[in-house]
């Protein structure tokens, strides 16, 4: 049982999507996508 909480993204900020992105995938930057 985990606690989660639904969070609008315009409530993240971009900061932290972009270390989201970093994390799971350490090749982003690298490529254009799928």
Known sequence: SQRRFE???EQIANTMKLAIVSIE????AEHNGV
């Open 7 to 9: 969070v609008p993204s």
């Open 25 to 28: 995938d350490k090749r982003f």
